[in-house]
Nanobody
Framework: QVRLVESGGGLVQAGGSLRLSCAAS????????MGWFRRPPGKERTFVAV????????HYADSVQGRFTISRDNAKNMVYLEMNNLKPEDTAVYYC?????????????????WGQGTQVTVSS
């Protein structure tokens, strides 16, 4: 198990930017692919982005492609989600998650550890 703590959420106007951070603890945290998911108000949790254990091959949901960037710093056990050109439909609770594997996966069932979430609200 990996313990994950997100930070960096907040209220921003449409077109603005936010950077989410995820602090991972655990001896083997750097061996897992890491992802971000989000749960909009009243909707199901959906995949946002994932990066493999070495920081390669990032993969994004179509809705955020070109606007969001996932990265990681294994020396610091940190994962980041840079969000640009935010839209009201990006409003959600954002969750950091550690995968069961080192390689890219995008299904929530393939992630074994989750953070508590951080709220992102984009006003129009």
């Amino acid at each position: 198990q990996v313990r994950l703590v997100e930070s960096g959420g907040g209220l921003v106007q449409a077109g603005g930017s936010l950077r989410l951070s995820c602090a991972a603890s655990g001896r083997t945290a750097s061996t897992y692919a890491m992802g971000w998911f989000r749960r909009p108000p009243g909707k199901e949790r959906t995949f946002v982005a994932v990066i493999d254990y070495a920081g390669h091959g990032p993969h994004y949901a179509d809705s955020v492609q070109g606007r969001f960037t996932i990265s990681r710093d294994n020396a610091k056990n940190m994962v980041y989600l840079e969000m640009n050109n935010l839209k009201p439909e990006d409003t959600a609770v954002y969750y950091c998650a550690a995968a069961d594997f080192s390689w890219i996966v995008t299904t929530a069932a393939d992630f074994h550890s989750w953070g508590q979430g951080t709220q992102v609200t984009v006003s129009s």
